[in-house]
């Protein structure tokens, strides 16, 4: 079964810094996604990592992909206050015949502060 | 593109109830998912229809169930509502084949009573 950790759980931040979110996840996860969830909200779609080594990159997060060490991360550039939000991975599980199901870790909720 | 729509958006019930929750997916998804967000934690897979089949289920007990009709369209009952039912209920859709990207509606928000 797969299992799915985040840490931190929760981060406060200034603006302009820098910091990584860690994803670990315990078995196999050929694709890793990044959600990000502003309060109230549903879940907005970042990045899908496809491969080991996959790097992508959107304004000031970049996610990347480590499948030997089981790790992802989500790094933060020159964090501004729009960041704000709950940053949640998730590993993916193939079931066969096309099924599939994510796993999500607990989530990160980022706050940035002026 | 109107994207996931989901309804109602939020909804009331007491222990005991039964409720439908319903979903459309994006235009040109085939396969739903639905997810159940507790307060403070990630979403949890339910179950996931294609072809009008339920095809993958998580671990949730029998009093969840579910339908996909011939539009794609899903929906997701839940008998005997407990407190615990309390949350944050998600669809998602995407085009068959797996690891898709998901696309997720807005949610309703569901209080048992």
């Known amino acids: 079964e797969l299992k799915v950790e985040q840490n931190p759980l929760f981060l406060s931040m200034q603006e302009g810094k820098n910091y990584t979110i860690y994803c670990n996840y315990s078995?196999?996860?050929?694709?890793l996604y990044w959600y990000r969830q502003d309060p109230g909200k549903s879940l907005e779609s970042l990045f899908v990592l496809l491969s080991n080594g996959a790097v992508k990159q959107e304004g000031r997060l970049m996610a990347s992909l480590d499948t030997k060490a089981r790790l992802s991360t989500l790094h933060i550039t020159a964090a501004v206050h729009d960041l704000s939000a709950t940053y949640f991975c998730?590993?993916?599980?193939?079931?066969?015949?096309?099924?599939?199901?994510?796993?999500f870790g607990k989530g990160t909720k980022l706050s940035v502060i002026p | 593109d109107a994207g996931v729509t989901q309804s109602p958006t939020h909804l009331i019930k007491t222990r005991g109830q039964q409720v439908t929750l319903r979903c459309s997916p994006k235009?040109?998804?085939?396969?739903v998912s639905w997810y159940q967000q507790a307060l403070g934690q990630g979403p949890q897979f339910i179950f996931q229809y294609y072809e009008e089949e339920e095809r993958q289920r998580g671990n949730f007990p029998d009093r969840f169930s579910g339908h996909q009709f011939p539009n794609y369209s899903s929906e997701l009952n839940v008998n005997a509502l407990l407190l615990g039912d309390s949350a944050l209920y998600l669809c998602?859709?995407?085009?068959?084949?797996?690891?898709?990207?998901?696309?997720f509606g807005s949610g309703t928000q569901l209080s048992v009573l």
């Open positions: 998730a590993g993916c599980s193939y079931s066969g015949a096309g099924s599939y199901q994510l796993t």
């Open positions: 998602a859709s995407s085009f068959s084949g797996w690891g898709e990207k998901l696309f």
């Open positions: 235009s040109g998804h085939d396969t």
């Open positions: 078995t196999t996860s050929d694709r």
